[in-house]
């Protein structure tokens, strides 16, 4: 009784190049989160600005 294999197909791997649009899309609500979080913290420098400097 005889086992024939046959060699397993090698993976295709490729470097994606980046892309600025897919980058924003991908993370788009952490990245809304920041802004908001900086947008926050400078109103709350421009209110108190001895505090928070």
């Keep these: 009784m005889t086992v024939e294999a046959n060699e ?8 994606e190049t980046f892309s600025l649009g897919r980058f924003l899309r991908t993370n ?5 989160i920041l ?8 109103l ?3 209110s108190a600005p001895n505090t928070f400097l």
């Design 8 to 15: 397993a197909a090698s993976a295709v791997t490729y470097k």
């Design 28 to 32: 788009a609500t952490q990245l809304g």
């Design 35 to 42: 802004a908001v979080f900086f947008a926050l913290w400078g």
């Design 44 to 46: 709350f420098i421009a």
